[in-house]
């Protein structure tokens, strides 16, 4: 005799997927909205990887010592996270809040700290793949790195964090088109004094100390450190990057408005 079959239960059952799940597919719907926007395209890796080879080509800037390519690739990477993480992050979730995508979906079951964590996974996996290309193209010219990969990748977390937090406080707390110019100018006025292709030690000696303790300054300074000259840990770079987004995240976390 056979077993009696046993009825299939189509019952439906409602219900939130898991939470990992969740941030994974808006993680993934983040990254994919940024790779396909031109803008941000232009802005993440087009841009980074022009100055790279054409400032390491053309004999443009003093560097002072040392070979160009070896002075600028540090710079280009510090750039990419910096676009990435404040200037992209900044415009986009920006104009969300003003059309009210963020009220939206942090009303779903993803939950708002679910939305933030998945919106920082898209930055971190942009960043990733910004790196690889800029070191490819870096090795392509003949650069060769030194140091330790695990200092270079805690550079690059707090660097991140900094600068994450700085673009979601603009985000959160000004209109769309006041963030998307803020951030813009921020982006041009620290390409140009943060030591991405330009020496801090070009400026004033007032000057430099002052822009020293920004975090792009910061970032360029610790990954030069580390890359170029082979530094364990730049514990002062380390620990300017932390004041910053210790400070930043911190105001974010009292001031963000959803919408």
């Known amino acids: 005799m056979t077993a009696a079959a046993t009825p299939l239960d189509l019952t439906p059952a409602p219900g939130a997927a898991p939470f990992p799940r969740m941030v994974a597919a808006q993680a993934g719907a983040e990254i994919r909205a940024t790779l396909r926007n031109g803008e941000q395209l232009l802005l993440t890796l087009i841009i ?42 900044a415009i986009a979730t920006g104009f969300e809040r003003r059309y009210g995508v963020l009220k939206r979906l942090g009303a779903t079951p993803l939950s708002r700290a679910g939305l933030m964590l998945a919106k920082t996974a898209a930055v971190v996996a942009v960043e990733a793949l910004q790196a690889v ?33 700085l673009g979601l406080l603009m985000a959160g707390t000004l209109r769309a088109e006041a963030t998307l110019a803020g951030a813009n100018l921020v982006y041009l006025v620290l390409l140009g004094a943060g030591g991405v292709i330009f020496p801090l030690t070009k400026f004033p000696a007032g000057a ?28 002062m770079p380390l620990a300017v990057l932390a004041a910053w987004a210790v400070l930043s995240l911190g105001l974010v976390s009292r001031t963000f408005r959803w919408e």
């Open 133 to 165: 290309v800029v070191v490819c193209v870096g090795l392509a010219l003949g650069w060769r790195p030194h140091g330790s990969f695990l200092a270079v990748a805690l550079l690059l977390l707090l660097g991140t964090a900094a600068f994450s937090g």
């Open 48 to 89: 980074p990887i022009l100055l790279l080879v054409g400032f390491s080509l053309a004999p443009l800037v003093d560097v002072g010592g040392g070979r160009r390519v070896d002075f600028l690739v540090p710079g280009v990477l510090a750039l990419a996270v910096m676009s990435t993480a404040f200037t992209g992050q």
């Open 208 to 235: 430099r100390q002052v822009l020293e303790v920004l975090p792009i300054s910061a970032l360029t300074g610790g990954l030069r450190a580390v890359l170029v000259q082979g530094a364990a840990l730049p514990l």
